[in-house]
């Protein structure tokens, strides 16, 4: 009795391959246009902070739209968007969460200190006025709290992460309370979302 082995390969096809270069090199165009602009534009504004402001987000809506668009990604909404100034507090599945949330409400975001080590990401979040925040040195919660009361004494709309880290769709992590402490104290205007993906 012979044993037969049936090996079935999944590589994906020439045009594939070709669509996902496409997509990668246009979403580097983008990035790095949206980078450059925010270069150019942001010292020159530097004695206008309003206009400053302005431009950070349109610049930043209009990159995280087109990205989710090369992505082939869709936003479908459910309920409605904030009308004023708020702080969000929202569930975190993924990196795309930021682009989903940066395409509907222009913000600020509460990032973990981290990502101000990886590469490229690392200016597109400084050009964003990401607030960094490093949750196992409980010495930084105070200074980070007052960088989030600072962005919305500004006018920003502040996303936090309650959770302080991504986790999958089927639960939701204990939430870190030490940054809605703020909204506790200060009493801006706080809303919620949940974010959830499906293929």
Known sequence: MTESIVEHSFAPGIGRR??????????VIVTLFVAVSLLILKPALFFWPAAKRRCRVLC???????????LGG????????????????????????????????????VSKADVKQWP????????GDTIYISR?????????????????DSGDNVVVFPEGTSSDSEWVLPIRPSL????VRTQPPETTAAIAYST
């Open 18 to 27: 070709a669509v996902a270069v496409w997509r990668l090199l246009a979403i």
């Open 60 to 70: 930043f809506r209009v990159w995280a739209s087109r990205v989710c668009r090369l």
């Open 74 to 109: 869709r936003t479908r909404l459910h309920g409605s968007l904030p009308t004023s100034q708020c702080m969000l507090a929202c569930n975190h599945l993924s990196y795309l969460d930021i682009l989903v949330i940066a395409q509907h409400v222009p913000a600020v975001f």
């Open 120 to 127: 490229v990401i690392n200016t597109l979040t400084r050009l």
């Open 136 to 152: 196992e040195r409980s010495r930084d919660i105070p200074r980070a709290n007052a960088d989030i009361a600072a962005a919305l």
């Open 180 to 183: 809605l402490e703020l909204a």
